[in-house]
DNA sequence: GTATGTGAAACCGTTCACAGCA
DNA sequence: TGCTGTGAACGGTTTCACATAC
């Protein structure tokens, strides 16, 4: 890995050819150039070679990159060679989603534990898991080491489930609602806002009529 | 309006200087400086003069900006001032969460239509919308004048649908699924794709050890 | 005096083009 | 020969700095 600051948004693009390349695993597919990769990601060859470059050299001049081995060092690039332990607040329709389909995305991911404000979901069986009060959150995120927080609740109360988690030691933030959260500066944050999105699309279809 | 190219960039900070001027409005705070939502949005306070000016002037000299008329002039430049349109496909768990929330997030969205390839969940009543099964999508989605259609259904479909919105002439796609959809070009897609988004969040948390 | 609007400068990311290697 | 890896050129975005206006 180089010691030159590697751009956050080279990043983002290894994970649109960490999916990518599982696909032509999928089809069988063994080599690939980064035209050909490229291509299919909607990208510049040389960006590809580029992106890569900042953390080695994967492939092999004059063939290309080997399918398999490129999306297993991607995957260790990105760590995800590794289980990382989830806890979700918020067990409402988007919530259940998630909590049913994490593992299914993606063998990493795992979600340990799940709470809620409402007492009526309280108990309650997700897959797995047995949805817990907000109040058990801290020890129950220390207990079962818990790294990434997932907020998934209305925006009313995201800034203190946010707080909780700090509290009870999470490394990383997954944001649902369209709040900005303030946090220490060491905690990692990603935003899901589709709301944003959406704007972005209208913003898009105004311009051409 | 100049006639420079404005950044795609600049647009997505214009829905987050809308966010956060919305929240100002709500909190009575009548008029604000560029360095001040600039500290709030966590951006330069030049950066927001910049993005403002690809689209006019909208401040005082010497006093700011009006919080209720840069909102509103904001919200004008995205599109928003005029009600959209969506049909969705995929009553699941997030289907669900949007069909129930959206009118709740931004008065200029509204779901029209909802489709389902699951004949149990056909016929069934989520908010105000009947979920119709498929085979009526592009029947129904140029009798109700939709615009903008909302995949959130399993990645396997995706590309289907997203052709049979197409057909149907929708102009714009928000995409839910990890699938990078094939689309005619003059067709507007924004992808919202957490499982790309956690990926990072486990990149910058295991940079940090 | 204060904060906007905007050219100019600095910075960063993308693409080119070719040396290097299988 | 063919494709990677990478310095250099290019283009675009961010930030600075100040003239301008309230």
């Known amino acids: ?10 990043v983002q693009r290894l994970t649109l050819y960490a999916r990518n390349l599982a696909l032509l695993d999928q089809k069988g597919m063994e ?8 291509d299919i ?7 590809i070679r580029k992106d890569l470059g900042y953390f080695g050299q994967f492939g092999i001049r004059g063939v290309g990159y080997y399918v398999k081995e490129l999306a297993y060092e991607i995957r260790k690039i990105l760590g995800l060679e590794k289980e990382w332990r989830l806890a ?15 593992q299914f995305l993606d063998q990493s991911y795992t979600f340990v534990a799940a ?23 801290k020890r129950l995120v220390k207990d079962k080491g818990v790294e990434i927080g997932v907020i998934a609740i209305g925006p009313r109360w995201a800034q203190q489930v946010a707080d909780e988690f700090v509290g009870a030691g999470v490394r990383g933030i997954l944001n649902f609602t ?10 990692h944050v990603e ?15 105004t311009l051409n009529q």
Chains 1, 2 share one sequence.
């Not at 890995?1 to 080279?10: D, L």
């Not at 080599?31 to 490229?38: E, F, I, K, P, Q």
Request: positive net charge.
């Open 191 to 205: 935003n899901v806002d589709f709301t944003r999105m959406l704007d972005m699309l209208c913003y898009r279809l």
């Open 115 to 137: 709470f809620e404000r409402d007492p009526k979901r309280i108990g309650m069986q997700v897959g797995q898991i047995t949805v817990a009060p907000v109040k058990a959150l």
């Open 1 to 10: 890995m180089k010691s030159v600051n590697i751009p956050a948004i080279a």
């Open 41 to 47: 990601c909607g990208v510049n060859p040389a960006q």
């Open 88 to 102: 979700l607040v918020g067990v409402g329709n988007l919530g259940s989603a998630l909590l049913r389909h994490a």
């Open 178 to 187: 369209p709040v900005q959260l303030r946090c220490p500066s060491d905690l």
């Open 31 to 38: 080599v690939v150039s980064s035209a050909g990769l490229a």
